[in-house]
């Protein structure tokens, strides 16, 4: 959904176009909605969102297609309605399902530091060290997104790691790593 809102304020700022300010207000309530459910445990969000959030989707879709109807169908704005419309139902999944969010956004952020470096990692060597680097940068993304320092996690758990039974490993991952 935030590269649907990103179309219509691009739009809405170079061009002033009220329905596009009026579709990053609708996309926004819900925004809103996702604000009130974070922090809910999976098995929860569904409810609160059927109840709150998929008015809005649902109210947001058939504004959008009304829309698509009163303008040039070869303006930007009409452009940023199709690409808005054909995801829709893509993204209608995330309502029913608790563990799936509005937008992609922590993903994103999380595969940012591989594709900043990606022109670096053309000199990694060999093979054997590019699978080094993406796991490495795999224990380093999977510590951040559970809130861990990665460096005291993996200093830590190298350090442990050694003296642990291969059946009791998993007590070594991130969600589970105590300081």
């Given amino acids: 959904m935030a590269h649907v809102r990103r179309k219509f304020v691009d739009i809405h700022r170079s061009q002033g176009s009220p329905i596009a300010e009026e579709a990053t207000g609708q996309i926004a309530q819900l925004y809103t909605v996702e604000k009130e459910v974070r922090g809910s445990p999976p098995d929860v969000r569904p409810a609160l969102r059927k109840a709150h959030a998929a008015p809005a989707f649902d109210d947001l879709e058939r504004w959008l297609a009304m829309q698509l109807t009163t303008i040039s169908g070869k303006s930007p704005l009409a452009a940023a309605i199709r690409y808005a419309l054909t995801r829709m ?26 594709a900043l470096g990606r022109k670096n990692y053309l000199f990694v060597d060999s093979e054997a060290g590019g699978k080094a680097a993406a796991i490495a940068y795999t224990l380093i993304e999977t510590a951040k997104l559970n809130t861990v320092d990665p460096q005291a996690w993996l200093a830590d758990t190298l350090a442990r790691i050694q003296d642990y039974k291969i059946t009791k490993v998993d007590g070594l991952l991130p969600w589970k790593w105590h300081a």
Wanted: hydrophobic share 40%; glycine share 8%.
């Fill in 89 to 114: 139902e893509r993204l209608r999944p995330y309502l029913d399902k608790g563990i799936l969010e509005l937008n992609n956004n922590a993903a994103e952020r999380g595969l940012r530091a591989v």
